[in-house]
C-alpha cells in the first residue's frame, strides 16, 4: 500500500450533498478509506462530471438505512470508523440514531462530521441543504450587485465550497485531538456558515466607525476589467502603464488626449489612467495585451470561459489538472489535489461503480487506546504555535482559522502595518485571534528575532512570493535550519513548480482564469468580479487542510515538512462541475441566464410583488404541479404570476407543488447582526477593540463538540503585543529598549480621546 497522511483512518459518508462529497473526497485523496453509503437506486447526481470528481477515491456500499437489519450493518461499519461525515437533517439523524448524543453513547472513539444548510440549533437546522436556498435565505445574493436592480444568483456556490473545506479541516483537527487526547467528538458546520466566511470581509459594525471602515470593499467597487480588440475581457490588478505597448500607446495620445479620455473615469491606485486605458486596449487582441504585461511582471489574466483552465500549463506542471480514467465519462481531465503534502494527496481512483464494495470491507473494531472521559473543555489545536508573515488575505485568513481552532497565533507585520489595513473594514475580516509583533523584516538584528520565532513555532504560515522570503529568510531551508520539525505553509499564487511559480497573483485574476467571472456575469454580459474574494478564500482554507495534515502527519511520525497551498490549484478545484471528456470537450453544466435570475426555471430567483423569493423545484413532475396550481402553461407566464404574488403566497404554493423556496433577503446585514438567534447561535462575535470600541464581526464558521469555534482576541492593532511577544521569545528588557530605539520593533497602542470618538476616527 502506498504511504498516506491518512493511512487506516476509516471514514463513512452518509449523504449527497457537494460539501459532504468534496470534504469526504479530500479526506480519501489524504489517504482515508472512504465508504460512500448509498441505496439501490443510487443518487441522482450519479451521471454528472461533479460526481466523477466529488466521489473519486472513494468506495461505494449499498445499504438502506431505513430498513432495520440494514442500519445494524451500518453500526457494524461505525463500530469500525474513526468518522462519520453526513449532511442529513438533524431530526433524521435523531430517527436513526445517528445523532451525536446516540453514537457518543455507541460509539465513544467515533468522530460526528455534520454538513447543514444552517448551523444545530438554528430556527433553520431543518432546512435542505442548498445554495441557492441558503445564500437567498442569508441575503447573500444582495451582496453582489449586478446587471439590474435587486438580488442577483449567485452562480457560484459559495457555501457548499466554504463548508466543504470547513468539514474537513474540523475533520483533521478532531483527529489530531483524539490522537493527543483520545475520545471522539463532534464537528459542525453549514453551507451558511462557510459562505459566511468570505462575507466576513463585507459585514461589520463598529461603535467607533469611519467613512473608509464603511466604505471597505463596498458594493460600488470598481473592478479593473478591459476589452481588447478581439472581445476578450482582461482583468488587471496593477497599474499597466509600464507595459512597453502600453507605455508607448500613452506616449503617442499625449498628456491632453490622455487627460481627455481619463474625464469620466476616475482614477485609483490601480489605474491612474482608467479611459485612456480602456481606450488602448481596445486596439490589440488580448493574447497581445497578456504577453505585454506579463513581461512587465504586471499581474493580469483573460475573463474566459469555465474549463479552460483544464489546459493550462501551469496547472498541468503542479498537478492540478490529472488524467483519470471514469467508468462513465471516459478518460478525462479532472482537478488534482489542491494541496502539496508529504507524502502527498492523490487521485486513487475514479469514482465508483454503484455497490462496488460490501459492508463486510472492514473486518476490525477501533483500539480502546482512544478512549477518553472528556476533551470537550479544549479546542482542538491548544498549545498549538503560529507564526504568521502573511499579508493581504490568503495567508492571514488561514492563521485567523487557526486561532479559532485554539492556535497561539503571532502576527508578524512591518511597523507601518499588513497592507491589507488599508481596507480596514475587509482587514478584521481576517484578523482575529492574533497577537501582533511589529517587526522591521528588513532591519539589522530582524534574523535573529525571525530566527526565535521559527524555534518558538509549530507552524510558520505566509504567502510572500518566494524570491522575496528567501531574501527575509523565510524560505523553508532557513526556518528549519533553526527548528527542524517545523511545519512550513506557503501560499503561493500559480503554485510551486513551473514558469509561473514565482508570479504575482491575486483573487480577482484566478476568477477571471477559472471562469467564475465569466459564468457569474450571466449569457452575454461583462464578465463580473465577486466582491466575496472567494478564491483568496479557497486557497487559505486548502493551506488550512494542507498544514493540519502535516500536523497531524507529525504527531504520527515527529517529522515536520513544507506544505504547499497556491490560488491556483484551490480554484481550479471549484471548476469541477465540467471536466474535459474522451471526446477533449467539456461536459454540460449550468449557464446563468442574461438577467442573472438562475440557471433553470426550477432553480432561481423570481420577482414577488412585495420582494424576491428563491425556488428549487427539481423533482419529476413538480413543475407541472406548479404550473397546474397557479394556472399557466409557459415560464413566462409564471414569472407574470408570480409578481402579482406576495413572497409568502409564492413560497406556499411551491412547497406544496413539492419543491422549496425562501426569501431572497436584501439589505440584509444589520438584521444579521441584530438577529438573537444568530447570536445564540454563535455566528456573531462581539469584541472590546482598542480604537474601534464595540466591534461585531461574522462569528464561528464550525463548532467542535457543540461549542463554536473561535477566539477570544479581537484583531490587533499594530505592534499591540510586540513587547510581551520579545518577552516570550528570550529577549531581555535592555535588548527589547534598543531594538524599540533602532526601529526595528514597534508598538502602537492608540488612546481613544473624546476628539477621536466624535468623529469616528480609527
Not at 459518508?13 to 460539501?19: N, P, S
Not at 481619463?262 to 493574447?287: M, Y
Request: glycine fraction near 10%.
Amino acid at each position: 500500500m502506498v504511504n498516506t497522511i491518512l493511512n487506516g483512518i476509516r471514514i463513512v459518508e452518509l449523504g449527497d450533498g457537494h460539501a459532504t462529497s468534496v470534504s469526504a473526497m479530500l479526506l480519501a485523496e489524504a489517504g482515508a478509506d472512504v465508504l460512500k453509503i448509498e441505496s439501490k437506486r443510487g443518487i441522482e447526481s450519479r451521471r454528472s462530471a461533479s460526481f466523477s470528481v466529488w466521489n473519486r477515491s472513494k468506495r461505494s456500499v449499498l445499504l438502506d438505512c431505513d430498513v432495520p437489519s440494514q442500519r445494524a450493518e451500518l453500526d457494524d461499519l461505525l463500530a469500525r470508523a474513526d468518522v462519520l461525515i453526513t449532511d442529513w437533517t438533524p431530526s433524521r439523524q435523531v430517527t436513526l440514531g445517528l445523532d451525536v448524543a446516540s453514537l457518543a453513547a455507541r460509539f465513544p472513539t467515533l468522530i460526528h462530521t455534520s454538513v447543514g444548510g444552517w448551523p444545530a440549533g438554528h430556527r433553520l437546522e431543518e432546512a435542505l441543504v442548498d445554495d441557492t436556498l441558503v445564500l437567498a435565505e442569508s441575503g447573500l445574493m444582495d451582496e453582489q450587485r449586478g446587471y439590474r436592480e435587486g438580488p442577483i444568483y449567485l452562480r457560484f456556490p459559495l457555501g457548499s465550497w466554504g463548508a466543504a473545506y470547513l468539514a474537513a479541516i474540523g475533520t483533521i483537527a478532531k483527529l489530531i485531538q483524539r490522537g493527543r487526547c483520545g475520545g471522539g467528538g463532534s464537528v459542525g458546520t453549514s453551507l451558511l456558515q462557510g459562505a459566511l466566511l468570505p462575507t466576513a470581509m463585507l459585514w461589520r459594525r463598529a461603535e467607533h466607525s469611519s467613512s473608509a471602515f464603511e466604505k471597505s470593499m463596498g458594493k460600488d467597487m470598481r473592478s479593473p476589467q478591459f476589452k481588447c480588440a478581439d472581445g476578450v475581457w482582461i482583468h488587471v490588478k496593477a497599474p499597466p502603464d509600464a507595459a512597453p505597448k502600453m507605455c508607448a500607446a500613452l506616449d503617442a495620445l499625449g498628456p491632453e488626449r490622455v487627460a481627455e479620455l481619463n474625464q469620466g473615469h476616475p482614477s485609483d491606485h490601480t489605474c491612474v489612467n482608467w479611459g485612456a486605458n480602456a481606450h488602448i486596449f481596445l486596439t490589440r487582441p488580448s493574447a497581445e495585451w497578456l504577453e505585454d504585461l506579463w513581461g512587465a511582471d504586471i499581474p493580469v489574466q483573460a475573463d474566459v470561459p469555465m474549463g479552460q483552465i483544464y489546459f493550462d500549463e501551469q496547472a498541468a506542471a503542479n498537478g492540478y489538472v490529472v488524467t483519470v480514467e471514469d467508468p462513465v465519462f471516459g478518460r478525462t481531465r479532472q482537478p488534482g489535489p489542491p494541496v502539496a503534502v508529504d507524502p502527498p494527496m492523490r487521485v486513487r481512483g475514479p469514482a465508483p461503480l454503484l455497490g462496488s464494495s460490501t459492508a463486510s470491507v472492514w473486518d476490525s473494531e477501533m483500539p480502546t487506546s482512544l478512549m477518553a472521559d472528556s476533551v470537550a473543555s479544549m479546542r482542538p489545536l491548544e498549545g498549538v504555535r503560529v507564526a504568521d508573515f502573511g499579508a493581504y488575505l490568503a495567508g492571514p485568513l488561514a492563521a485567523m482559522l487557526l486561532a479559532d481552532l485554539g492556535a497561539d497565533v503571532v502576527k508578524i507585520e512591518g511597523p507601518a502595518g499588513d497592507i491589507m489595513r488599508r481596507v480596514p473594514g475587509a482587514f478584521v475580516g481576517c484578523q482575529r485571534g492574533k497577537r501582533s509583533l511589529a517587526l522591521d523584516l528588513k532591519g539589522n538584528g530582524a534574523n535573529e528575532v525571525t530566527r526565535r520565532l521559527a524555534q518558538w513555532a509549530d507552524i510558520v504560515h505566509h504567502n510572500i512570493r518566494l524570491p522575496a522570503a528567501q531574501r527575509l529568510g523565510l524560505d523553508y531551508k532557513a526556518l528549519t535550519a533553526a527548528n527542524p520539525d517545523l511545519i512550513f505553509c506557503h501560499v503561493s499564487s500559480y503554485g510551486p513548480r513551473g514558469p509561473r511559480k514565482d508570479w504575482p497573483g491575486y483573487d480577482q485574476l484566478f476568477q477571471a482564469q477559472t471562469g467564475w467571472e465569466y459564468e457569474g456575469a450571466g449569457e452575454g454580459n461583462q464578465p463580473m468580479w465577486h466582491r466575496f474574494g472567494m478564491m483568496d478564500h479557497q486557497a487559505a482554507m486548502a493551506s488550512v487542510l494542507g498544514t493540519l495534515l502535516a500536523l497531524y502527519h507529525r504527531d504520527q511520525t515527529g517529522r515536520g515538512q513544507a506544505v504547499a497551498a497556491s490560488l491556483l490549484g484551490a480554484s481550479l478545484m471549484t471548476v469541477s462541475e465540467t471536466v474535459v471528456g474522451r471526446d477533449g470537450k467539456l461536459t454540460p453544466f449550468q449557464r446563468l441566464d442574461a438577467r442573472q435570475t438562475g440557471v433553470a426555471p426550477g432553480r432561481r430567483i423570481y420577482q414577488a410583488n412585495d420582494g424576491w423569493v428563491a425556488i428549487v423545484v427539481e423533482k419529476p413532475g413538480a413543475f407541472d404541479v406548479l404550473f397546474q396550481s397557479i394556472g399557466v402553461s409557459t415560464q413566462v407566464a409564471v414569472e407574470k404570476s408570480f409578481r402579482t404574488m406576495s413572497v409568502d403566497q409564492i413560497i406556499e404554493v411551491v412547497r406544496a407543488a413539492g419543491g422549496e423556496a425562501a426569501t431572497a433577503r436584501c439589505n440584509w446585514r444589520d438584521s444579521f447582526f441584530d438577529s438573537p438567534e444568530n447570536r445564540a447561535a454563535g455566528l456573531i462575535k462581539t469584541y472590546d477593540h482598542a480604537t474601534l470600541g464595540k466591534l461585531e464581526l461574522v462569528g464561528s464558521f464550525m463548532s467542535i463538540d457543540h461549542i463554536p469555534t473561535i477566539s477570544d482576541l479581537p484583531p490587533p492593532e499594530i505592534g499591540q503585543h510586540s513587547d510581551k511577544v520579545m518577552r516570550e521569545l528570550g529577549f531581555d528588557e535592555d535588548e527589547i529598549s534598543d531594538m524599540f530605539d533602532k526601529g526595528l520593533i514597534a508598538a502602537v497602542r492608540p488612546i481613544l480621546d473624546s476628539k477621536s470618538q466624535s468623529t469616528g476616527s480609527s
